[in-house]
């Protein structure tokens, strides 16, 4: 097995007393598509923040590419190669659809050395190949905030793609999406997976369960499961905490 | 036309069009809008930090003092001559802009107000304090010999009106150029939505320090100006009344625009200048075209013309 890309140790947050992440040992690889599941208010985003340093960890450490990432600032994370899309939508409204992943591909290749042409012309290409990846390369010149809800969606995701990423985190990202739109979206996850890693919260099993290769399962802060989809559904404890004890994996 | 070059038309027949001006305007309105041009460099240093950045600062009129005191003193008790007094205001604005910055980020919303709004406080009371150098209260007056350029008469009328034209013609292409480029996208991204920019792996911190260092310094070098063209040193410039006239200015001009601090600083100019002939009470004249202004032109002039109109203004 290739050796981790993502790794939480004993990493845990309380906030005044209440534990909302506890104890969590979790490692992703290289290529590998995580799916996060857990009831509501089990710790997921908090994780994932943990994850990104936008919260600093109560205890416990974060290694990225087998770095200890746990004292680096946000901003110094995202530029050693993750991409965070929030769960709550969080565009750019009053930048065109276009510069909202310019300003996202501007900054990834920030440190390359090639000249002012040079290097418009790749950010155009980079921001319109992530905009077609997600089929908004027709809303270009709109402003983001005109998007429907479920474009603004994607325009989060392509934001994140063009990137480039070696580990994309999405917090909830098909919440609001159309069906032909989640459909298109599983497409773009086993694309994805072969350049990049991906941790996924999601609530959508369908979603899960077409597209993650492990599942990790959380639950009052604890990591209750943590195993290839047929296990976790199998799982007693994850059935008990999640999916409803007889009534199996539950379309969302 | 691409809208950069299109910007770049727009700034360039503004220019134009004050060098015309001259030309066409009495004698009165010319000496009214070199002091204009002077103030709009002013508006435009904040509109950077406000409009750009979505900084609320309440505290500008330190750094327009930090230049023009700069000057003034090197100048009065040092004997320096007008162009380096001139560059040593701009970097005094600048560093000042810099230690409080510095400070001041570590806050944000009301307390960045707050903060902000003290540090101008205590500015103006260190020049009230400091009496021997800057004669306090009474400010003092730039010997008419001394306001002289590489030879150049700065108090000449035309000398000073196209001293004003260079000086706003110039930060107006600047920050026309600084707002198109990444830097700027970056700053306006930062005003839009901060998390989601650093979430991008933007520095934010250190964006917002750089806008406030380049707000500062050319806040400064529109105060250092101001004292070189019309001999003048003063309390009053640090006082709470030029942090919030900048403000102001822009806001009834339209904030993020380039040309917005331009237009409002000549209409609420103008507008102090008719309702002091027609009554006493002119800051109520004003008070209420500031409330008619917020009802109907929330964006400002140039902000409602470019979200009704003219999409294209820059």
Redesign the interface.
């Known amino acids: 097995m290739t050796r981790p890309v993502l790794e939480t140790r004993h990493l845990s947050k309380s906030f005044g007393g209440v534990d909302a992440v506890k104890d969590v040992n979790l490692a992703v690889h290289e290529h590998e598509v995580r799916a996060l599941i857990g009831p509501n208010g089990a710790g997921k985003s908090t994780l994932v923040s943990l994850v990104c340093g936008r919260l600093s960890p109560t205890a416990g450490t974060v290694h990225f590419d087998g770095q200890d990432v746990s004292s680096l600032p946000a901003h110094a994370r995202i530029r050693l190669g993750i991409a965070y899309t929030f769960q709550i939508t969080s565009v750019f409204s009053e930048l065109s659809v276009f510069e909202n992943v310019a300003l996202s591909v501007r900054r990834a290749i920030a440190s390359s050395n090639a000249g002012m042409r040079q290097r418009k012309r790749a950010i155009r290409e980079r921001a319109m190949m992530a905009l077609d990846r997600v089929g908004l390369a027709d809303a270009r010149d709109r402003p983001a905030g005109d998007l429907a809800y479920g474009h603004q969606r994607l325009l989060e995701i392509a934001m994140g793609l063009a990137q480039a990423p070696r580990l994309f985190i999405m917090d909830e990202p098909t919440q609001g999406l159309a069906l032909d739109e989640i459909e298109r979206f599983k497409t773009l996850i086993g694309e994805l997976s072969s350049s990049s890693t991906i941790l996924l919260i999601e609530h959508n099993m369908d979603v899960v369960m077409d597209t993650a290769h492990r599942i990790a399962v959380l639950d009052a802060g604890e990591l209750i499961g943590d195993g290839n989809p047929q296990d976790i559904q199998q799982d007693a404890r994850v059935q008990a905490a999640y999916l409803g004890t007889d009534t199996g994996p539950a379309s969302a | 036309m691409g809208p950069d070059t299109r910007a770049l038309a727009v700034h360039l027949a503004v220019i134009a069009l004050l060098i015309g001006c001259w030309f066409v305007l009495p004698q009165y309105h010319t000496g009214n809008l070199a002091r204009i041009l002077v103030l709009a460099t002013f508006a435009s240093a904040y509109n950077l930090v406000f409009g750009y950045t979505g900084l609320l600062s309440l505290g500008h009129a330190l750094f327009f003092a930090a230049g023009m005191y700069g000057l003034g003193i090197v100048m009065q008790h040092g004997g320096v001559s007008a162009l380096p007094a001139w560059v040593f205001g701009v970097a005094c604005a600048a560093t000042v802009g810099l230690v409080t910055g510095a400070l001041a980020l570590r806050t944000s919303g009301v307390a960045f107000m707050i903060v902000t709004l003290m540090f101008a406080q205590a500015g103006y009371l260190c020049v009230l304090y400091f009496g021997d150098w800057t004669r306090g209260d009474e400010g003092f007056v730039i010997a008419r010999t001394a306001r002289n350029l590489i030879g150049i008469d700065l108090a000449d009328e035309r000398v000073r009106y196209f001293a004003g034209v260079c000086l706003f013609g110039s930060s107006l292409l600047g920050i026309g150029q600084l707002v198109r480029s990444?830097f700027g996208?970056?700053l306006?991204?930062i005003r839009?939505?901060e998390?989601?920019?650093?979430?991008?792996?933007?520095?934010?911190q250190r964006c917002k320090l750089i806008a406030v260092v380049i707000s500062a310094a050319l806040a400064g070098a529109a105060g250092a100006a101001y004292a070189l063209l019309f001999g003048y040193v003063g309390a009053s410039f640090a006082a709470v009344q030029y942090s919030i006239l900048p403000l102001l200015w822009t806001l009834l001009g339209g904030a993020g625009t380039t040309l917005g601090p331009l237009l409002g600083t000549l209409v609420m100019f103008y507008l102090v200048d008719y309702a002091s002939d027609i009554t006493d009470a002119y800051l109520l004249v004003v008070g209420v075209a500031l409330i008619l202004a917020t009802l109907f032109l929330p964006q400002g002039i140039v902000g409602t013309l470019r979200r009704r109109v003219l999409r294209w203004l820059p």
Do not use: Q, S
Not at chain 2, 195 to 204: N, T
């Open positions: 990444g996208k970056t306006i991204a839009e939505n998390e989601r920019a650093r979430m991008l792996g933007y520095d934010v």
